[in-house]
């Protein structure tokens, strides 16, 4: 570690800034909202009063070129007892301002130590979209109720335990929700019935796979729980980005080959909420889309059990935007519909003739085994024989392999491109937009 980040209080403590201009200005900001003195001084006042100025100071930020005014400058500074940051002339500095995120009582720095200032305030950014806006709420709460948290619990170890159920409980959410009185109740009563507080399961969407979709709502998620319960469609990468100890419980299903059934799968959400843990029940794609999030936000809610579903971007959403082939269009399709190739036996039969309007895109999750069924029921109501179809495997990963052609060869198209993973059925005008990712992928894939 070649530097130190130290946080100074700046409750009462006064802040100088020398010079004029945008570099001026901007050191200023950062002091605007702080509970600070914060003093603008002009550099070329008489040496007399900047020295009688400085006293107390505690920071001196100094926005001048000339580099001998500046050694001048941060004489004065140094002498009244103040630590010296010089803009742009790391080598005359006492400390480096680091990239900075602000969340009033929260703040995190990044530094490179005046090497980089742009490579600083692009992880800034990386880092920011990751903590929710009313964080500093969560810190208040923590603060001013630290006090009788620690004279209820004396006990070190049981006073940082059940920080760690509050801060990633109902209280936090409530906080960050802007509900501050709430949350504030809510941490009273968790104080009050120390032994455990109910659970959470979050129903979370994890996309196609690529952990550059994942919302960012999902990865905190998956940074705050205790369980985690995937599918087998959920990748390595994204597992990768949970708590290293939280508990990773595969469920996973596959064609005819169910690991765990799903009443067992529920049976086991609402157990482990019940013993107050957070739960992410991790799916593929969106929770709501073929993924039975509904029934099992069915049973939680009939157990009792606190459920959120956080959604993820569904495979029809990345497969066409891989495919640069839009899924509605003005000119060519008015409508999309998204429907199962595997229906459940005994449920409503599919309304094959509503589907076979020429402006109409179809995405058909799990159609690859009943493509020549899916191709017949089309035809015979009536679909036009050319109507452009694609065949996507592994829709949005590097993975993603890709057959293009007609309605009336869509069972030969799947058995040409022989999917091993989870494929997906295009069909509609809009694939003939396919761009030239698409076509490069089939003419690799199936060069003659």
């Known amino acids: 570690m070649r530097q130190f980040l130290a946080a100074f209080q700046l409750d009462g403590a006064r802040v100088a800034v020398l010079g004029e201009g945008p570099a001026a200005e901007a050191k200023a900001r950062l002091f605007v909202d702080a509970p600070c003195d914060l003093l603008r001084l002009d550099p070329t006042s008489p040496a007399e009063i900047l020295a009688k100025t400085l006293v107390g100071v505690r920071l001196a930020f100094i926005a001048v070129d000339d580099r001998a005014e500046v050694e001048r400058l941060a004489g004065f500074a140094r002498a009244a007892g103040a630590l010296v940051n010089v803009v742009d002339q790391p080598d005359l500095c006492d400390f480096q301002t680091p990239a900075l995120i602000d969340r009033g ?35 208040r709460l923590a603060r001013d109720l630290r006090g009788a948290v620690k004279l209820a619990l004396p006990d070190y170890g049981a006073r940082r335990r059940f920080w760690e159920r509050v801060l990633r409980g109902a209280p936090t959410r409530l906080a960050l929700a802007g509900q501050e009185a709430e949350a504030r109740r809510e941490l009273l009563r968790a104080l009050n019935r120390p032994e455990h507080e109910s659970g959470l399961v979050q129903l979370v969407g994890a996309g196609p796979g690529d952990p550059d979709l994942l919302t960012l709502k999902a990865l905190r998620a998956l940074q705050d729980a205790d369980v985690i319960v995937h599918d087998r469609l959920v990748s390595a990468e994204i597992l990768n980005l949970a708590r290293r100890d939280a508990r990773r419980l595969y469920v996973g299903k596959a064609a005819s080959d169910h690991s765990v059934p799903q009443d067992e799968i529920e049976a086991l959400l609402i157990a482990e909420a019940r013993a107050g843990r957070r739960v992410v029940r991790l799916k593929g794609g969106d929770p709501f889309v073929f993924g039975r999030g509904g029934e099992e936000l069915e049973a939680l809610r009939a157990a ?9 971007v569904t495979a029809a959403l990345a497969c066409a935007a891989s495919l640069g082939a839009p899924l509605t269009h003005r000119d060519h399709a008015h409508a999309v519909t998204l429907l199962t190739g595997r229906p459940k036996t005994g449920g409503a039969p599919i309304d094959w003739a509503a589907l076979s309007a ?24 009536g679909r036009d024989p050319a109507t452009p179809v694609a065949v996507i495997e592994n829709g949005g990963l590097a993975s993603e392999r890709v057959v293009i052609g007609r309605l009336d060869a869509l069972s030969d198209l799947v058995a040409r491109l022989a999917p091993e993973g989870p494929a997906l059925l295009l069909i509609g005008p809009t694939v003939a937009l396919a761009g030239l990712r698409g076509e490069a992928l089939v003419r690799r894939e199936f060069a003659a």
């Open 358 to 381: 020429k402006d109409h895109t179809l995405a058909i999750y799990m159609g690859a085994a009943s493509a020549g069924e899916i191709e017949a029921n089309l035809l015979a109501a």
């Open 304 to 312: 009792g059990v606190e459920a959120e579903v956080i959604p993820g």
């Open 105 to 139: 009582e929260v703040v995190v720095g990044i530094a490179t130590g005046g090497v980089s200032p742009v490579l600083a305030r692009d992880l800034r950014a990386r880092i920011e979209a990751l903590l929710p806006a009313g964080l500093d709420r969560v810190a």
